[in-house]
């Protein structure tokens, strides 16, 4: 069992930065991020896996968002530069304890708003 506990979501004006964090309970190979729009389904946004910390991000964040581990991995943060008013959503971190899991782990999630 595995626990998520996220944090830095917040309002922000279109063209700021954030940086979400989302801490596990223990390793876990894959850490990674989503989000829900109101209204949407849940899509994918980055994640980071494996000891070289190969990263994989959604096309509509490519070049703005940026995933990273530290913390002996257990620590995940995304930073979004540039944001849209199209990146409001409510972020989840994700985990999965090796590639091949069926099992993922989510947090509560947390609310980020892009708006002037």
């Known amino acids: 069992q595995v626990q998520l506990a996220e944090s830095g979501g917040g309002l922000v004006q279109p063209g700021g930065s954030l940086r979400l964090s989302c801490t596990a309970s223990g390793y876990t190979f894959i850490m990674g991020w989503y989000r829900q729009a109101p209204g949407k389904g849940r899509e994918l946004v980055a994640t980071?896996?494996?000891?070289?910390?190969?990263?994989n991000y959604a096309a509509s964040v490519e070049g703005r968002f940026t995933i990273s581990r530290e913390n002996g991995k257990t620590t995940a943060y995304l930073q979004m530069n540039s944001l849209k008013p199209e990146d409001t959503a409510v972020y989840y971190c994700?985990?999965?304890?090796?590639?091949?899991?069926?099992?993922?782990?989510w947090g509560q999630g947390t609310l980020v708003t892009v708006s002037s």
């Open positions: 994700n985990a999965k304890l090796t590639p091949w899991s069926a099992r993922e782990y």
């Open positions: 980071i896996a494996g000891p070289d910390g190969t990263t």
